[in-house]
């Protein structure tokens, strides 16, 4: 990549600019909307407003996150409206309009010209491309085209499934791959509104008789994407990685974050998300990435999830999902603020260099003994201890710019609150665990 640390690499051409008054307004109340909603406050003093179905406590007792409950926000009757409700009490700000949710990012993009005559900035792809990565078929195909290593992948249209008899005509399905094996959607914004037994984020399968369990509850279901059957590559969560890119609207990557992966979610609803994040540079993905949006001509945030295959000693690439990820705070606090190369982008309208993100840090948002507990690799391990020692350890909601008596509490309880859920949904430590 042609680039800089973020600390030297942030400049602005011709001088520097006022920035505008400028609000987030963001969709979702998770953690990783409070860590966008950080990321602007520390570069601009930005105060936000996050509209979510319910109150989160992510965002409660905030000082720079007003938290709106609009209760049907998934409708777009609604959310549409509120939106520009909310843009006609704010017509004096500069409105930046952002989630980490697949099917909002869709609905977005697809009203871009209602929502942008109403005063907000979308920084997100075309509709055409957002069709094209967002399915990961034809992220596979893009990969296939460029030389990008992808897992082998057996793809299941449900509604074929469903045309030729539904639930009795699973077991006639091919699918040629060695278990256990990966099973997700093709889609994940079609995956949002499906429900049905058993239903995780993702799903790891030990055999043929598990698989057609879940292909049987969603022929029931009738689901009407594609469920994707997928090789699993071996290797524990500390094989995972993760790449957070942004490619600015002249057609320049101008941003590029890698970690490596330490400990993932394990409840159904959030299984396989990132819960720690060491920040190491690995050129070889950043290379892959830049030619995957460059090929695609993709324009905003783009998260890649890829893996290192220990057969092989190569990255393979799964999915881009189009937009900056739950985890996106390990970016800014790898030392490039992710609100600086959007707003330089689409508000100032002015190049910057290109930059990335080599502070060595590790982001976390469990206690650090939950997670030294879980890294088994004496060095890993070695390296975390290391960083907590040199107050290198950031979790994105410890914020000391909002840090009331009662945001510290809620905070701290939220942190402390993943050692139940680990104790229920989370195997004992392994190293050879999915």
């Keep these: ?50 509209l979510s179905k319910v109150a989160t406590r992510a965002m409660q007792d905030s000082a720079i996150v007003d938290n709106v409950v609009v209760p049907h926000i998934d409708d777009v009757d609604v959310l549409l409206p509120t939106l520009e409700g909310l843009a006609q009490q704010h017509r004096d700000k500069v409105l930046v309009l952002l ?32 069709e094209q ?24 249209d449900i509604a074929k499934v469903v045309a030729d008899g539904g639930r009795a005509a699973v077991a006639a399905l091919e699918v040629d791959l060695q278990y256990p094996v990966v099973g997700k959607p093709s889609n994940s914004a079609e995956w949002y509104y499906v429900d049905f037994p058993g239903k995780k984020k993702i799903h790891h399968i030990d055999s043929r008789a598990e ?20 090789e699993f590559i071996p290797g524990d969560e500390t094989q995972m990685r993760s790449l957070t890119a942004y490619r600015d609207t002249s057609g320049e990557v101008t941003l590029l974050a890698t970690g490596r992966v330490l400990l993932e979610e394990h409840t159904p609803g959030t299984l396989g998300i990132p819960a720690a994040i060491l920040v190491e540079a690995y050129d070889d993905a950043m290379e892959a990435a830049t030619r995957f949006l460059d090929a695609t001509n993709y324009v905003g945030f783009a998260n890649f999830d890829y ?42 309208r002015r190049p910057i260099r290109p930059v990335r993100a080599v502070r060595d840090v590790l982001y976390t ?46 905070v701290e309880a939220i942190t402390q609150n993943y050692r139940r859920k680990y104790a229920q949904y989370y195997p004992e430590p392994t190293s050879t665990g999915y």
Aim: some cysteine.
């Design 307 to 348: 893996k290192l295959d220990p057969r092989t000693g190569r990255h393979v690439y799964f999915e881009v999902n189009p937009r900056i990820g739950r985890n996106n705070y390990y970016v800014t606090a790898g030392g490039a603020n992710v609100a600086r190369v959007l707003v330089e982008d689409w508000v100032l």
């Design 365 to 410: 948002v469990v206690p650090f003994g939950l997670l030294s507990k879980y890294v088994l690799d004496p060095e890993l391990k070695t390296r975390i201890k290391a960083l907590k020692a040199s107050g290198d350890v950031i979790n994105p909601l410890k914020y000391d710019r909002d840090s009331g008596l009662k945001r510290r509490l809620i």
């Design 99 to 130: 989630t980490n949710a697949d099917w909002h990012v869709r609905t977005l993009i697809v009203h871009r010209e209602r929502l942008e005559a109403a005063g907000y900035v979308l920084a997100y792809p075309s509709l055409p491309v957002l």
């Design 211 to 230: 698989l057609d369990v879940i292909l049987g509850h969603l022929a029931d279901a009738k689901f009407p994407g594609t469920f994707l059957v997928q």
């Design 1 to 50: 990549m042609r680039g800089f640390p973020a600390d030297k690499g942030l400049v602005g051409g011709g001088g520097e600019v006022p920035v505008p008054d400028l609000m987030v307004v963001g969709i979702g109340g998770d953690v990783g909307m409070y860590a966008l909603a950080r990321a602007f406050h520390e570069q601009y003093g930005t105060h936000s407003v996050v």
């Design 133 to 156: 990565v967002s399915s990961k078929e034809g992220f596979a195909q893009v990969c296939d085209q460029l030389g990008i290593p992808t897992p082998r992948t057996v793809a299941v």
